[in-house]
């Protein structure tokens, strides 16, 4: 297994673009399913989910055509095959079980292997099934796999999620735009990336109003037709980024092809942790001082709040704070396993359950330590740049999934960074 090692302790400089987020395009990607015409998307980060994805769309009957050098990538879901999507393709990534709905819509029968919890929490999927059993359809869970048949077509529901999910926001907003008649998505996600698939949903024919706000109105059409679509830009990955400036003191890194009023809780929290963040519209800024940074509490939460998927960066920062400050996690229930692993720099963090106390440290040293998922692995990368000495970071196919150009990226800006391959 490849592994990234890194000489800690330079400042970051330069600039460096971003790309569309993962978590969007993935979604987009699916959303291809719902029409026989081509789907074209651009802006499209180049990640191993992506492929992933791409490899069971091909398997259900689509053609999908990857160029990479473009970052575009063109779908066309005319000949679906048999809608079965099996353990195998879908068990590594929980995206990819919703191909349900779209599938569902377009055939009126559909058998997908559930995704199975994963290294962050249980992550079911039960609202999913009980928002497209409200659209009509009659779901049983047989040896591991999600059966949906809806003979009688799908139709329009008042939708009300008792908690706020993305994954389950997004299925069921795919799914409705084929419903005969006007669904309701109340308690609905708010997320960037759920206004983008509204944005290209909408281009592609479908009626949608309202995304981005608390109460979805989705009112369906018969047929889609094609697009060609740009993923908007990652505010995770973008975040990243600006974190690790915010973690190397002398940084100055300015980020590009981002939004930055995506980021909104993120600056705050930076600010009050005296990092200056310069914020344009499709740029931002990111110096650090030399000055040791100021604790910050932080909550997760769902959009605008703090995005759970930049908590693991954030506590890279903390650690070597100025003080003690407590990090809890409100959407995932085992998201802290970056915790031990940055112990072993010498971070200082006690966990009670969803809360960390996180007591600042004056420096950290290297040490090999271990990616357990995407988001604690990168927060294992920034402590490193800003460790003294060598950190190697191993098992980071899980880097792989979500950060394209990881190490050249961080090279560019001056960071003494490689990957190694195990021989
Ligand atoms: C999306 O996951 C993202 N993944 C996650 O990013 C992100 O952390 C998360 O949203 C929250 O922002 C993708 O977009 C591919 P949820 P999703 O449904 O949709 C519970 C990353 O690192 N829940 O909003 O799965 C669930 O267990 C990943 O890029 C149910 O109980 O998140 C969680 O505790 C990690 N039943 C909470 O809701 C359900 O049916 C929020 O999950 C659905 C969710």
Not at 101 to 116: D, Q
Not at 136 to 147: D, F, S
Not at 168 to 179: G, K
């Amino acid at each position: 297994m490849d592994s990234i090692v890194i000489n800690g302790g330079n400042a970051l400089m330069g600039e460096i673009a971003i790309t569309g987020a993962k978590n969007s395009a993935l979604k987009l990607m699916v959303a291809a399913l719902l029409t026989d015409e081509p789907v074209t998307l651009s802006n499209m980060p180049e990640l191993a989910d992506t492929k992933f994805l791409a490899h069971l769309l091909r398997h259900l009957g689509a053609k999908v055509i990857e160029n990479p050098q473009q970052s575009a990538m063109t779908i066309t879901a005319g000949g679906l095959g048999e809608p079965e999507a099996p353990y195998d393709l879908v068990r590594k990534m929980r995206a990819t079980f919703n191909v349900l709905g779209p599938l569902l819509a377009r055939k009126g029968h559909a058998k997908v292997s559930l995704p199975g919890g994963c290294a962050i929490g249980a992550r079911p999927v039960d609202l999913h099934l009980q928002a497209l059993e409200a659209l009509g359809a009659k779901i049983t869970l047989e040896e591991g796999y999600a059966i949906a048949n809806a003979p009688n077509g799908l139709s329009g529901a008042k939708i009300n999620f008792p908690f706020v999910s993305v994954g389950a926001t997004e299925h069921t907003m795919m799914t409705a735009v084929l419903a005969d008649g006007i669904t309701e998505l109340s308690n609905a996600a708010k997320e960037p990336e759920i206004t983008d698939l509204a944005n290209m949903l909408n281009s592609m024919g479908a009626k949608i109003e309202n995304a981005g706000q608390d109460t979805i109105t989705i009112t369906g059409v018969k047929k889609l037709g094609g697009v060609t679509h740009g993923v908007v830009p990652d505010r995770i990955e973008a975040g990243t980024y600006a974190l690790a400036a915010g973690a190397c003191p002398n940084s100055d890194v300015t980020i590009t092809n981002c939004q930055p009023e995506h980021l909104e809780a993120l600056w705050a929290a930076m600010s009050r942790a005296g990092i200056e963040v310069i914020a344009g519209e499709k740029q931002v800024r990111i110096k650090r001082g030399t000055k040791p940074l100021r604790p910050v509490d932080i909550e997760t939460n769902a959009w605008p709040g703090f995005a759970t998927d930049l908590q693991a960066q954030f506590m890279a920062l903390m650690v070597l704070a100025d003080g003690a400050s407590i990090i809890r996690e409100t959407i995932f229930e085992n998201r802290f396993m970056h915790a031990p692993e940055l112990s072993r720099l010498g971070a200082d963090i006690t966990v009670h359950g969803r809360e960390a106390v996180v007591r600042g440290v004056n420096e950290l040293t290297g040490a090999p330590v271990m990616a357990t998922d995407l988001r604690a692995s990168v927060s294992l990368i920034i402590a490193g740049l800003a460790a003294k000495g060598q950190t190697s970071v191993s098992r980071i196919y899980h880097l792989d999934r979500g950060f394209q150009n990881l190490e050249a990226n961080f090279s560019a800006l001056g960071a003494d960074i490689k990957r190694v391959k195990d021989t």
